[in-house]
């Protein structure tokens, strides 16, 4: 690794096939938590490329556990993360909200780093038991229309990583690695992300996978559809900036997005809005996010339905049955 260092202190990149082999020696434990945290310090102070993202994602996948979920045509819905908005568990909202629709959502998430609550956190705090166990996974898809994958199950890799990542408790490449390597291979994918930059190499990489795609940043930092100004949205057939008006929403202000400074309080925001408790800037941001997810699986439906359909499983409860039957499930 020190080699390793030294050139990349030189302001030097890696090839795929470096960057690959690093984080496989990440993953079987060869360096030191000082090693892999100036490893990762290096991508704080410039930005990662498409050959180091690509070899990173690659290590990854082949080191992680798969699950067959290919009969069923699945979306993920899941943000990069590390907008450091301390949003409330939009994505996770907006997956049930999509399987209320009637869509299969394979949903994939972690324990939060940055922030005071990730998807993990709320679901085992309402008391989901999460598993690897491939035929309850395919068994919870075909009722309810979603499962949950906790990354931990599926790249227990990463473990030597976790407690790096924990105690600078920033964002890092890692970040954007998650929602590249979920571990059923959606054949859609809706993606948050921090950055315009980040936004590119998603498009680029994305380009060149078989996947339906819709790539969301919105322009004052949001790795999710915030509605607090403007958002760029990219798919394979489009690239467009959309304002909230576009939407026929209204814009709204930060401090209404807030989630809260504990997994308790998270909690609590996460069922008000789904429990129709929600106030109107609540409600109308998970329904943006799901209306553009439903659009990503099927663009010629227009979003103005998507809109109405992610309302409708918002509004009528559908959302909520859905996420109190999943939880419930064992």
Do not use: W
């Not at 915030?226 to 026929?248: I, M, N, W, Y």
Request: with cysteine.
């Amino acid at each position: 690794m020190k080699e390793t260092l030294q050139y990349l202190f030189d302001h030097r990149t890696l090839g795929k096939g470096d960057a690959k082999q690093i984080l496989r020696n990440m993953a079987e434990g060869k360096y030191n938590d000082s090693e892999i945290a100036a490893f990762i310090s290096v991508y704080l102070m410039r930005s990662i490329t498409v050959e180091e993202l690509t070899g990173f994602r690659d290590a990854l996948l082949e080191l992680c556990s798969p699950v067959d979920l290919s009969e069923f045509n699945t979306i993920d819905v899941c943000g990069t993360g590390g907008d450091e908005k301390n949003t409330f568990n939009i994505s996770t909202l907006t997956s049930f909200v999509v399987a209320g629709a009637g869509e299969k959502v394979a949903k994939h998430g972690n324990y939060s780093v940055s922030s005071a609550c990730g998807s993990s956190n709320v679901l085992e705090y309402f008391g989901y038991s999460f598993t690897n166990d491939a035929d309850r996974l395919r068994r919870e898809i075909d009722q309810y229309n979603i499962c949950f994958l906790h990354a931990p199950l599926f790249n227990p890799a990463m473990k030597n990583v976790a407690p790096v990542r924990r105690s600078l408790r920033i964002k890092t490449f890692f970040n954007m690695l998650g929602p590249m390597v979920n571990p059923s291979s959606p054949k859609n994918q809706m993606v948050g992300v921090f950055s315009l930059d980040v936004a590119r190499l998603y498009h680029y990489l994305y380009q060149e996978s078989d996947k339906q795609f819709c790539i969301i940043h919105s322009l004052d930092g949001y790795d999710e559809i915030s509605l607090t100004g403007s958002f760029r949205a990219l798919t394979r057939q489009t690239e467009r900036t959309l304002s909230p008006e576009e939407l026929d929403l209204s814009r709204v202000a930060p401090s209404e997005l807030y989630g809260g400074s504990t997994v308790e309080e998270a909690a609590t925001v996460f069922l008000n809005i789904l429990e129709g408790r929600g106030s109107v800037a609540q409600n109308d941001v998970v329904v943006a996010n799901a209306a553009l997810a439903l659009y990503c699986m099927d663009e010629s439906k227009g979003l103005e339905t998507c809109l109405d359909r992610a309302r409708e499983s918002l509004e009528s409860g559908s959302a909520l049955a859905t996420f109190k039957k999943l939880v419930k499930s064992k």
